[in-house]
Nanobody, 117 residues
Framework: QVQLVESGGGLVQAGGSLRLSCVAS????????MGWYRQPPGKERELVAY???????NYADSVKDRFTISRDNIKNTLYLQMNSLRPEDSAVYYC???????????WGQGTQVTVSS
């Protein structure tokens, strides 16, 4: 039932910016904590940032002061604004909904971000 559709990935030069979007359906979006994760090739998936239903945010140390997570509950959309991108930011980025009660976690399909030096 829950669907998360990501977009906005691509190729960008170091120092550039991208904005990722994740459109959620099949759920009352505003009630759930949402997060962005990333997985570089051959490495483990890691948390980038999350935002609660009350718009409390948290960021990995590696992206603090460069990335901003936000949500639009009317549009059922999660965003990740990425500035000052570095080659080490290159990864597949995934949108995640944190389930609660009888609702399990849901993941998007991922979108590729590649930062060239």
């Amino acid at each position: 039932q829950v669907q998360l559709v990501e977009s906005g990935g691509g190729l960008v030069q170091a120092g550039g910016s991208l904005r990722l979007s994740c459109v959620a359906s099949g759920i009352t979006f505003s009630m759930y904590t949402m997060g962005w994760y990333r997985q570089p090739p051959g490495k483990e998936r890691e948390l980038v940032a999350y935002i609660t239903s009350g718009r409390i945010t948290n960021y990995a140390d590696s992206v603090k002061d460069r990335f901003t997570i936000s949500r639009d509950n009317i549009k059922n959309t999660l965003y990740l604004q990425m500035n000052s991108l570095r080659p080490e930011d290159s990864a597949v980025y995934y949108c995640k909904l944190n389930g609660r009660f009888n609702i399990g976690d849901s993941w998007g399909q991922g979108t590729q971000v590649t930062v060239s030096s």
